[in-house]
């Protein structure tokens, strides 16, 4: 029972440790019925078939409907009257969470590719007017100094400010 109620407050957040780890208790909670095994092995089938841009549609809808009949077998078996739509539509999950976890999917993949060395951090820098007006006076001092029609400026430092230097 507590397999299955885990399952259902959790599956609008499939991602979720505690969705993982009740999925993984099915074989255990649920070895003696061949309906809920035969819906488990399907869906975990699917659950280890690689997703890819052209195949992405069809595993996720597949996926979906998967886990709804087993959530459907298992409630069957428990005696809850749930229709396999009250499982699939009867669920609370706010759009926010989604977008979250796209955005965290995200940065976890640049991270990892950061890390393999595949990608690199986009960086850009910010440069007030003050600071570009300094760089565009270093940068014609520069160019004078290269083309010889400008000095590195000296100042003088008055003595008596290095006497404690001797």
Known sequence: ????AALMYTRGTRLSLEHVQALN????????????????????????????PENQTYVWGERDRLFVEMLFQVSSLLGYPFTATDIKNSTYRPTAHGDLE?????VMGLLA??????????????????????????????????NGTAAWP???VDKSATDGFK
């Open 25 to 52: 208790r099915i074989e255990l909670a649920f070895h003696k019925d061949p309906k809920v095994m035969a819906a488990w092995r399907a869906y975990l089938d699917n659950l280890s078939q690689t997703v890819t």
């Open 1 to 4: 029972m507590r397999v299955f």
């Open 154 to 156: 000296i100042r003088d």
């Open 113 to 146: 590719k950061m890390a393999d060395g595949q990608d690199g951090l986009p960086v850009r820098t910010i440069v007030t007017q003050e600071q570009a007006a300094q760089q565009e006076a270093l940068l014609k001092l520069l160019a004078g100094m290269a």
């Open 102 to 106: 796209m955005a965290q999917l995200k």
